[in-house]
C-alpha cells in the first residue's frame, strides 16, 4: 500500500515527540473514545463537514453537486448521504468554506516532499516525523512504508497509538521507531470498553511487550474528570507502568478541554453526553504525586 487517506498534516508541531516535527494524522481509528478531539478522525473514509455558522446561502454547492443531493432549507445546507458520493465538489465551490471535506489521499513520494520542505527546522531542532491518527497501525503497510522512507532520510520517527493493535504488527513497526507515544486511558476492562468501545487486554498486552522490547515508550493519559482522575484508577496505571520491564516511561497527562465541541457540531453528532470535565489543579498534582511515589516521571502536557 503506497497510499493512506490523512484528514491533517501539521507542521511545526512540539507537542508530538521531541524537537519541531511535522505530524501525519491518518484516518480511521478501532476506538471510540468519549472524548475524542479529534472524531473525524475514527472513520477510515472520506467526510463531509459543514458549519451552519458559516454558510451565507450562495447555493454553489447546490447547483454544482452531480447527484442532487444537496438541499437549502431553513436550518442550512443537508445532504442527502444516501445520493451523495462524497467527491467533494461542493466542498470546492464553497465561497465561505462551510461545507469541508476529511480525509485526502496521499502517495508516500508526494509526503516525503512535504516532510522534505520541513527539513531545516526539523534538523535544527532535532524534530522528526510522528505518525497520528486516527490509529496509524490500522493502515500497517503505508505506515511501515512511510517509516522505512523517513528511515532512508535520516529523521526521527515516532508513532502515536492507541496500542489496540495487530501485536505482531506492532513489534514490526516497533523496529522501525525511535518513540512511541503510547496511550493509557483506563485500567478497568469494563469502564474501559464503557469509554472508548474496545476491551483493554490487547492494548495492556502490547504495552507490556512493546516494553520488554526495549522500545522507548512515552505514556499518555488523556485525564479526564468523572473519568480517570480518581485516585484509585491513577494509582491502578501506576502500579502496572511501574511494574514494565526496563526503563520506566515518561507518564503526560493531558487534561481534557470541550475545544473539540465545533468539530463534533460539523459531523452532526451530539458532544459530552457523558458529564466529563476538566480535572482541577488539585487533581493534577495529586496524579504527579502518586506516578512519582512509583518512581515513574510524570507532567502535565507533552
Known sequence: MNQSLIFDIKRYAINDGPGIRITLFMKGCPLSCKWCHNPESQSPGVQKLYTESKCIGAQECVKMCPEDALTLTPKGIVTDYQACTLCGICADVCPTKAIEMSGRTYEIDELMQIIER??????????????????????????????????????HRTVDTCGFAD??????????TELFLFDLKLMDEAKHKKWTG????????????????????????????????????????????????????????????????????????????????????????????????YGIEAEVGG
Open 118 to 155: 520541513e527539513r531545516v527546522h526539523i534538523e535544527q531542532s532535532n524534530g522528526g516525523v510522528t505518525f497520528s491518527g486516527g490509529e496509524p497501525l490500522m493502515n500497517p503497510d503505508f505506515l511501515m512504508k512511510m517509516l522505512d522512507a523517513c528511515g532512508e532520510s535520516k529523521l
Open 167 to 176: 501485536t505482531e504488527t506492532l513489534l514490526k513497526v516497533a523496529k522501525k
Open 198 to 293: 474496545v476491551s483493554n487486554k490487547l492494548i495492556l498486552k502490547n504495552l507490556q511487550l512493546l516494553a520488554e522490547s526495549g522500545a522507548n515508550i512515552n505514556i499518555r493519559v488523556p485525564f479526564i474528570r468523572n473519568v480517570n482522575a480518581d485516585h484509585n484508577t491513577v494509582t491502578e496505571m501506576a502500579e502496572f507502568i511501574a511494574a514494565l520491564p526496563g526503563k520506566k516511561p515518561v507518564v503526560n497527562l493531558l487534561p481534557y478541554h470541550n475545544i473539540a465541541a465545533n468539530k463534533y457540531n460539523k459531523l452532526g453528532s451530539k458532544y459530552n453526553e457523558f458529564n466529563m470535565e476538566e480535572p482541577t489543579e488539585e487533581e493534577q498534582s495529586r496524579a504527579i504525586a502518586i506516578f512519582e511515589k
